[in-house]
């Protein structure tokens, strides 16, 4: 628990949830589709803590969601090589209008791209790590769409934006994913994400001082 000294208006956790926060999920490797019927944003796990939390997102701005448990291969290359599987949890919105601008800001087409991020940006970010966001030896990563390089250049960019400068990451450097060093980016970081969820482990979130 960070000290009240670490408290901000600007937290995720403090601030108003609003829908385009919830763009952190395709910041991470979340999808969303749209049809006549409406936008549905849905995002695949391998933790059911993210579910857990993610769903608690969806939750507070009153998207309807629900979880289908799986399973997935494993992400260790020599487990997965001899085809062991591990639970998976997909937690999908019900579609909805309501999600049609985040459709519209997240994709050209059927294709991901990147939106810009809101202001005050806690929310997207609270999202992202919750979807895909863990500590490295280095400092803390964003996990990122294996499928969507396309987008990396302007999510490092609205990062640095926002003064969280992050080194872009492929999938031999440890990523795929941003990551995020320096105590005082670490700081800022932490701040903006708010409290870690309930049942996260202790490297969920970076702690801030």
């Known amino acids: 628990m960070r000290g009240v000294g670490q408290l901000s208006f600007f937290a995720a956790d403090v601030a108003d949830p609003t829908l385009d926060g919830l763009g952190g999920l395709l910041a991470a490797h979340g999808q969303i589709t749209r049809n006549a019927d409406g936008s549905r944003l849905s995002i695949l796990l391998l933790d059911a803590w993210r579910a857990d939390a993610i769903r ?7 998207v309807n969601s629900s979880v289908r448990r799986g399973s997935a291969p494993d992400p260790d290359p020599q487990a997965r090589a001899a085809g062991a599987t591990v639970p998976s949890f997909l937690v999908r919105s019900e579609r909805s209008a309501e999600l049609d601008a985040l459709a519209a800001a997240w994709t050209r087409g059927a294709v ?10 806690g929310g997207l970010l609270r999202c992202w790590a919750l979807a895909a966001g863990r500590a490295d030896p280095s400092g803390y990563l964003l996990g990122t769409d294996p499928h969507a390089g396309h987008t990396y250049p302007r999510l490092a960019a609205s990062l640095s934006a926002i003064g969280l400068t992050a080194a872009v990451l492929g999938s031999r450097g440890g ?20 409290e870690p969820p309930v049942g996260a482990p202790p490297d969920a979130f970076p702690t801030g001082r």
């Open 56 to 62: 608690a997102e969806f939750d507070r701005r009153a």
């Open 112 to 121: 991901k791209t990147a939106a810009a991020f809101p202001t005050p940006p």
């Open 175 to 194: 990523g795929p994913g941003m990551r995020i060093v320096g105590r005082r980016r670490l700081d800022r970081l932490a701040e903006l994400l708010g």
